[in-house]
């Protein structure tokens, strides 16, 4: 079974894109299938996987408005295991475009249907917002992964996206589940970076990762060589502490088919 999964949070700069491409590279290093779809017009998953837009015949534009399969904009990665289906800004457009579509909101999930079988795991990277996109992306998707930076508005960011969910769930995707959520950027020597832990953790009791990110320069720079982190610098903190955060998503999937 295909287990998709969106990585949403509308708060921008929490760290989606980077938890997308090392949780995807960690989850094929682990040989399983996956597959990465940058659902964002600043295509920062793309670039991160070392890949050029403007030398593509297409991206994941044509595929949810003029309707070109999956497989033709599907693109391989340094890792064998992991695909990407790339974006480019022109991505923007569709949002526009899409307004008064038939089934506008399932654009994503019919583009990924005849391809999902061919994978373990699809991640989703959504736009900084809760507009058609990322709709998009939570009506494809079994489940949601949501990043979170310490911050003194984190839990009420939480809460607003939740009443999204339960909004998609009414309306699109009745099987919407929350994957986790997951510290990113940690800088623990903060008081208020665990004051803010221990609030999420008393209000989503059993959905945080015990895995967190922390703030580390090498995941900064993996994207700017085009490499997850693992095939950048394996033995960083950064590193190591996706590759616990990937054990513990697979593992989710073991108990839930127990
Ligand atoms: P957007 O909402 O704009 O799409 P995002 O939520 O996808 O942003 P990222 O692009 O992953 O966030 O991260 C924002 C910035 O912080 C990037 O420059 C990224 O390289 C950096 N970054 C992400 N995670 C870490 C980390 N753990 N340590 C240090 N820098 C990080
Ligand atoms: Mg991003």
Redesign the pocket.
């Known amino acids: 079974m295909t287990r998709i999964v969106a990585?949403a949070?509308q708060?921008?700069?929490?760290?989606?894109?980077?938890?997308?491409?090392n949780v995807a590279s960690s989850v094929a290093a682990a040989e399983k299938r996956a597959l990465v779809v940058d659902m964002?017009p600043?295509a920062?998953?793309t670039s991160?996987l070392g890949i050029d837009a403007a030398a593509l015949a297409g991206t994941i534009y044509r595929g949810l408005v003029e309707g070109t399969p999956a497989t033709d904009l599907i693109q391989n990665t340094e890792l064998v295991t992991l695909k990407v289906l790339p974006a480019e800004r022109n991505l923007t457009g569709a949002e526009i475009e899409l307004v008064d579509q038939p089934r506008r909101e399932y654009r994503l999930r019919e583009l990924l249907e005849p391809v999902a079988e061919d994978f373990d795991y699809i991640f989703i990277?959504?736009?900084?917002s809760l507009g058609l996109l990322t709709v998009n992306a939570l009506v494809a998707a079994h489940s949601v992964l949501v990043?979170l930076q310490c911050e003194f508005f984190a839990l009420a960011g939480v809460s607003e996206l939740m009443s999204t969910l339960n909004r998609v769930r009414a309306s699109f995707n009745r099987g919407l589940e929350v994957q986790g959520i997951v510290f990113?950027?940690?800088d623990e020597r903060t008081n208020l970076t665990s004051q803010v832990m221990q609030d999420v953790r008393e209000n989503f009791p059993g959905a945080v990762y015990d895995s967190v990110?922390?703030?580390?320069?090498?995941?900064?720079?993996?994207?700017s060589f085009g490499k997850p982190i693992l095939l950048y610098d394996i033995r960083s903190k950064?590193a190591e502490?996706y590759l616990s955060l990937t054990k513990e998503i697979l593992n989710d999937e073991a108990e839930s088919t127990r």
């Open positions: 990585i949070n708060k921008g700069g929490v760290g989606k894109t980077t938890t997308a491409i964002d600043q920062n998953l991160g990277d959504c736009p900084p990043p990113t950027m940690v990110i922390p703030r580390n320069v090498r995941l900064a720079e993996a994207p950064g502490a």
